[in-house]
């Protein structure tokens, strides 16, 4: 045995409990979803020496995950790299991503990027094996991890808003490992993973969100497939419910009421944003079709371009500009602007919209988290459940004998505050 390898659970039982330690996860493989793999190994580093933890590995006898689990939470900080991919498989309270740290410093992600050559080499021929890190060498998996725990050391200590962080994992990981059922047929039609394996088992294909930006707003694109920018076409309906319809809340003027709500201007709870706005533009009370259009272009430029002189009458853009304005002072005179996660960035090469434009897309992802985790609260033992969050809409995957009275509490949420939200109910994501 290898001094680093700990295989039995006597072993791991004379491994000293210390405050903090670092981990990462090696599953099967690189390649597939989290939610479609088990653990291989678990890198473990005390802050003195390294350990590889087998629990599935051709070189090793295997630990029994849970008895890893027990001794790491004894541990008051678990630092790693990514939570939610650790999540699927272990339960860690005491958690902290680095991941988001290094956003916060602006350290690049290739610094955690320490594949060895036996590494890539595998990858490279071997790639479709579903189980490929069980077959790499345990001391080619120990330095790639040493690697990425010299990687992050200047990492530690540094580490803020942890509460909001783990709101956003179990937010997001909690939509996430629902799955999409598809149609198979259709989907082969018009979408052409990477690797079907990689996120496709049982009828059910996976999304994969990914936090690790400036703005925390999400993208969720993998294995060749961006589920934030799916055609609207015939190709949704390859996604099917689970249960009984899929029930979409899309968001009326989304960022307009959030910025609305951060500079107290009260704006209807009853009627579209754009008729509201469009009625000042064109100084009438019914808006024909072109001119409902014509308004959300207006708005949707001043909003995202700048506002324009002759829109400064407006009195809710009139305060939008005093609150940009505001920002951008704030952020020169500090040297940084505070976004709504607690996040803060450096201004310098920004103008004053495009700081702008980066809170409100942190506004709308901290709202956007705020609802999901209600969510969760209420649909927790439903066979309802939230299965795509695409900026301004949220996607119900709804069983219909769970009644109108948990559709209304749904929508509830999603208006709290002033937010008011349309509703398309359909057989597939195409709403046919």
């Not at 088990?38 to 890198?43: E, F, H, P, Q, V």
């Not at 490992?177 to 082969?188: A, L, P, R, S, W």
């Not at 809340?249 to 009421?257: S, V």
């Not at 533009?281 to 079709?289: A, I, M, S």
């Amino acid at each position: 045995m290898a001094f680093y390898i700990i295989e039995t659970k006597e072993q791991l039982n004379k491994l000293p409990i210390t405050s903090k330690c670092f981990i990462d996860l090696v599953t099967n493989s690189d390649e597939i979803h989290s939610a479609l793999t088990s653990t291989s190994a678990i890198y473990y580093n005390n802050f003195e020496k390294g350990f590889i933890l087998t629990v599935n590995h051709t070189e090793g006898f295997s630990l029994d995950l849970k008895d890893i689990q027990n001794f790491l939470a004894q541990h008051e900080k678990v630092y790693l790299l990514d939570g939610k991919y650790h999540s699927y498989h272990l339960t860690l309270p005491n958690a902290v991503d680095l991941h988001f740290t290094a956003v916060d410093l602006s350290v690049p992600v290739d610094n955690f990027n320490c594949d060895t050559a036996v590494h890539k080499d595998f990858y490279y021929k071997h790639q479709y094996n579903p189980n490929i890190n069980t077959l790499i060498p345990i001391s080619k998996h120990y330095e790639r991890c040493e690697c990425m725990f010299e990687g992050i050391l200047p990492l530690i200590g540094k580490e803020e808003n942890l509460a909001q962080q783990n709101a956003f994992i179990n937010a997001y990981k909690w939509v996430e490992e629902q799955g999409i059922k598809i149609n198979e047929k259709i989907f082969d039609k018009y979408f052409e993973p990477t690797w079907k394996a990689n996120s496709v088992r049982d009828g059910r294909i996976y999304t994969k969100y990914n936090m690790y930006n400036i703005t925390s707003r999400p993208t969720n694109a993998y294995n060749g497939i961006n589920f934030l920018a799916l055609p609207k076409d015939k190709s949704r309906a390859a996604f099917i419910p689970s249960n009984d319809k899929f029930i979409e809340f899309d968001f009326d003027g989304y960022h307009l009421r959030l910025i609305a709500n951060r500079i107290d201007f009260t704006l209807p709870s009853d009627v579209s944003i754009h008729i509201y706005l469009g009625q000042i533009y064109f100084g009438k009370e019914e808006l024909t079709d072109e001119e409902y259009q014509e308004s959300k272009k207006i708005t949707f430029r001043q909003l995202y371009n700048g506002i324009e002189s002759k829109y400064l009458h407006v009195e809710f853009f009139k305060k939008v500009q005093v609150f940009v304005d505001q920002l951008y002072s704030i952020a020169q005179n500090e040297g940084y602007l505070e976004l709504p996660n607690g996040r803060r960035i450096n201004p310098t090469g920004f103008s004053p919209q495009k700081l702008f434009n980066y809170y409100v897309q942190c506004l709308e992802t901290v709202n956007n988290v705020e609802k999901l985790t209600k969510l969760k609260e209420l649909l927790h033992e439903k066979k309802s459940k939230v299965i795509l969050v695409v900026y301004d809409s949220i996607l119900i995957d709804f069983a219909l004998d769970e009644g109108k009275e948990l559709l209304g509490q749904i929508r509830d949420i999603l208006q709290e505050n002033g937010y008011l939200v349309k509703v398309k109910i359909g057989g597939t994501y195409d709403f046919s």
